[in-house]
């Protein structure tokens, strides 16, 4: 018996839930494959979502018509603004979401959409048939389908880690996916090794609150969906304690047997998320390490031990996690673990996330060497939206590194090797000023709407709010404010600005201390709105940054415009590199903007080749 | 394959010499080759052995011959420029060399333009861009100072200082990046005092390298100095004064010699163009418009402006004309014909150019010019002796890069300064190191990332 999709998705994880989302609104028939019916959109690690970078890709791929902004919306235990005062750049929400209620509202949503079928199934092969890809599943079920995203996460061949012990299986003890790993890599695909590893997750009733630091969530006027209107839930508080000397002595004594010290482990950590060995041992000056106690749900006692990841076996995991304050009494519900997983090799990916020489498949997620939710569900939207566009037989949808945190993720995945799994970070994007998190619906709707992941109702809302944003920032530039008048000292009164001349209250609102909610509250109260007001206020105190990014990425675009041939042959090119004639061989930019970006092509060898590119051109 | 141009060139230095060589590097070298060169029978050449030493005559369209050479043919991928070369040897002297090279053009190559053949060695992939880059600079450097500073830079002197720079602001940048992207980690970022004194010294360190640029860029282009006045002030022979004995060290590459107006002089290790601006007065005189337009054009590019004036003449309706049009141009005023009597005195010319430098010579009898000569060269490169003067920067666009990282580096610190806010501080800072990036070619993004690791302990 053979069924017919247009599309398939193979895995339900954050990626996959976007992928089949956005195919689904596209109108393609999809198939969502997932290995466990009940663990679709699971988090196998921090209960937390967003954060600097990470709470802007939440924005974009809401503001695309994603799932990931809206189910956190619904799903949070606590929000938190971070970074507040550092600027528009770098202001982020944190949620702490419920594990549970998070899963079981995503699948909810997905079960509701006419287009998506979501079957339990392990998948054991991908064959090329006639015009269609043919899939297997270890049952013998087999599926004909016109497009493919893979999604696999950490299941692809992946390997548990506790100490000596070490066997194959997929995050918190679900069934891995040896089957497909060993069948991809028998096609050709590459792979490399990755490692990422979570803590111990303990009983809340055996931790000690009162000497631990109370961290509550903050009062927010929203949360991170521009469509869902915003609906805070009693907040539940996080806690932080802290290891010391003693967690670090247990640690340092028992390093023989961790798997990464001992030789057991060849995949390639994560730094900006270590496990508390590597921790201990490559800042020893450090006389403790944060401990945050983040709780996994509402209706389960479970807690996540965020900061204390380990792969030491059980016991010695017990003991360290004694020695923190407010832990002593501990009783772990499961122990922390490295998981060693397949990744598939960056010079195989294209821009729209298609595995070259396999037309229709597209790959996302942390198959593709990301860690995070967020980074998986930008990349699961970005292929789902690729997917669709294939049937269609339109070009891909690609977003370059000033439109979009997604730009400069896939971006770098594409063009750095990177050898440990990819987070975003604000530093990492050279176009902070303009993606900022308050105006990811103006620069990314419009293409949401397109693909018609957006709805109509929405896309009404979205250009009504455009609208507000343009009548306001014309308000500020047509009225003015002059010396002595009244409207002046009534600003003298109420924020200590004093007007020395007659200007606009848009140059008005370029003095630090001058807010917009102020100039309203002074001048026009009907227009108050929050989240438009931040796109308004940034807007006008950093115009002069955002003209400068605006030139800088008009700079970039002339080089993302110098196309480079699929099958441009890097070896006839004299006076490359070595090591850039490999590098660009390998990974085959298709821009010579994305050829410069390549670590190791020096602007020597860019000049070679763009004067080569010339030349040939002309030929 | 596009069929590229063959250009010629003397390869050998001019003046009088044993022989001067030609060179002729393209597709058409070699048809070029077989129209003017002849065997010593007469007979037109047939075969031509690649790195083969031969005899034969260069003769004119009309088969007259003009010279006796050797010369020898290296064939494509095997030639210095990469494409096929061929070398002609004949007897020095400029005239002869002179008229080989009219019958070379006639026969289809063109004068190569400073630099191509070597352009063309890059192009070919014969030298990478850095060796064509240095190549070319040494080229162009047409005074031993200019070689030196050539040199120097080819040794990497401003990399090195401007490689520090980026160091210390990037040892400043991390922390708050690191800070901005893990907010809940304990990360602790400098003291805004600490931090503002640090960016201070780095911009008066780059401040300092850019007071000096100007005088490098100079170095490497060669200052323009333009010399006005009415007819018969004595113009030709302050040229004649300034050229001089240096007049052996000219190197007439080919390409400038086009310029008419112009000669380039060794004035004490730096490269000067003199500009006669003769024929050409500024005047409002409807035929001489042109010549006007084309003056003020000379004055406005000039590095310097001399104008010269005639002691034994009271001011013409003419010299007011230029005094008015030099106005605001703070030109060098020279008082010619000193020693004649005196019909207009320094007084005079004081009162008309209040601000400007004022010298008096006698160009007839080179009296006061060594002295001029000093003068020129302060105005043009600042007071000091070569030894002590630390050049750095010349390129255009690496002037540019450092002035751009002054500007955001002053941004930085209001930014401290005012409290604002931290992710603005890392940008600008960020702007500062893309800018000193350019010079240097190092790409701090990926180090940034890098460091932040390697310093932080991040991450729960």
Known sequence: MQQCYDVAVIGAGHAGCEAANATAKMGFKTLLLTINFNNIAFMPCNPSVGGPGKGNLVREVDALGGLIGRNTDRAHLQMRALNTNKGPAVRALRAQADKHLYQQLMQNY?????????????????????????????TGLKYEVLAVVIATGTFLRGKVHIGGLSFPSGPQGQHPAIAFGEFLEAQGIKFKRFKTGTPARVRKRSLNFAVMAEQPGDQLEHGF???LRWNPREPVSCWLTYTNEKTHEIIRRNLHLAPMYCGAITGVGTRYCPAIENKVVNFPQRERHQVFIEPEGLNTDEMYIAGLSSSLPEEIQDQFIRTVPGLEKVEIVRPGYAIEYDVIAPEQLTTSLQIRGWPGVFSAGQLNGTSGYEEAAAQGIMAGINAGLYLKGEQPFVLHRNEAYIGVLIDDLITKENNEPYRVMTSRAEFRLSLRQDNADLRLTEYGHRFNLISNEEYDRFQAKRQRIAEKLSYLEQNQITPGSEAAQALQDAVGVTVQQRMSLKQLLKMPAVKVSALWALFAPEQIFTLEDEVVENYIKYEGYLEREAKMAARLAKMEEKKIPEDFDYTVVPNLSFIAREKLSKLRPATIGQAGRISGVSPADLNTLLIWLTRSGRR | MKITETIAAIATPPGEGGIGIIRISGDEALMVGRKVLRHLSGKPIASWPERKVRLGYVVTAAGEIVDEVIYFYFKKNRS??????????????????????????????????????????????????AQAEAVIDLIRARTDLAQQVAMKQLQGTLSTVIKEQENRLLALLVPIEAALDFPEDEISTPERASALEEVRKVRLTLEEILAQADQGIILRDAATVVIVGRPNVGKSSLLNQLLGEERAIVTPIPGTTRDFVSEVIDLEGVPVRLIDTAGIRPIEDPVEKVGVEKARHLMEEADLIITLFDAATPLTQEDYALIKFLQEKNPLVVLNKTDLPVKL?????????????????????????????????????????????????????????????????IQVEQGI???GSEDLIAVNLRAALEALGRITGRSVAEEIIEEIFSQFCIGK
């Open chain 2, 417 to 419: 300064e005012e409290q």
């Open chain 1, 110 to 138: 997905l079960e509701q959409q006419p287009l998506i079928t979501i079957r339990q199934g392990e998948v054991v092969a991908l064959d090329p048939a006639k015009n269609h890809w043919r899939i297997t599943l270890s």
């Open chain 1, 225 to 227: 969906s521009y469509w």
């Open chain 2, 345 to 409: 005195s320094v007084e005079t010319l004081k009162a008309a150019f209040p601000q400007s430098k004022l010298r008096s010579i006698s160009a007839l009898q080179g009296e006061g010019v060594q002295e001029l000569k000093g003068v020129i060269r302060a105005e043009l490169i600042g007071a000091g002796g070569r030894e002590e003067q630390p050049v750095l920067v010349t390129k255009v666009r690496h002037k540019e890069a450092l002035t751009e990282a002054v500007e955001v580096l």
């Open chain 2, 80 to 129: 210095y420029t990469g494409e096929d070369v061929l070398e002609i040897q004949g007897h020095g002297g400029y005239q002869n060399l002179k008229k080989i090279m009219t019958i070379i053009f006639e026969a289809g190559a063109r004068l190569a333009e400073p630099g191509e053949f070597t352009k063309r060695a890059f192009l070919n992939g014969r030298l990478d861009l």
